[in-house]
């Protein structure tokens, strides 16, 4: 069974940084996958990042350039790095893992089968 673990979230000034993990067990980790999604209070789930198997990275046009996703495939852990962090990236985040391996439309949720408990991050102006 597929679980997902994230941590890392908090309460940051606007123009700081926080860096999330997603912890993940149950399957081989480096051959899927994975993503951050996002919810703020009132709003749909959007997608954040995401990063395959090989390594490809894929962003949101309203993080580009300020968040960086990565895999640490012998830690079975993938990171979100979030810089000049702004008001409007408060959300609860969270992590998400495909059922199978190999490619996939990672920009929608529906690509993702498994999702972790999600991570709050409060962003102060």
């Known amino acids: 069974q597929v679980q997902l673990v994230e941590s890392g979230g908090g309460l940051v000034q606007a123009g700081g940084s926080l860096r999330l993990s997603c912890a993940a067990s149950?399957?081989?980790?480096?051959?899927?996958?994975m993503g951050w999604f996002r919810q703020a209070p009132g709003k749909e789930r959007e997608f954040v990042a995401a990063i395959s198997w090989s390594g490809s990275t894929y962003y949101a046009d309203s993080v580009k350039g300020r968040f960086t996703i990565s895999r640490d495939n012998a830690k079975n852990t993938v990171y979100l790095q979030m810089n000049s962090l702004k008001p409007e990236d408060s959300a609860v985040y969270y992590c998400?893992?495909?059922?199978?391996?190999?490619?996939?439309?990672?920009?929608?949720?529906?690509?993702?089968?498994?999702w972790g408990q999600g991570t709050q991050v409060t962003v102060s102006s």
């Open positions: 998400a893992a495909p059922l199978r391996p190999g490619g996939g439309y990672w920009r929608s949720h529906d690509a993702y089968a498994y």
């Open positions: 149950g399957r081989t980790f480096s051959s899927y996958a």
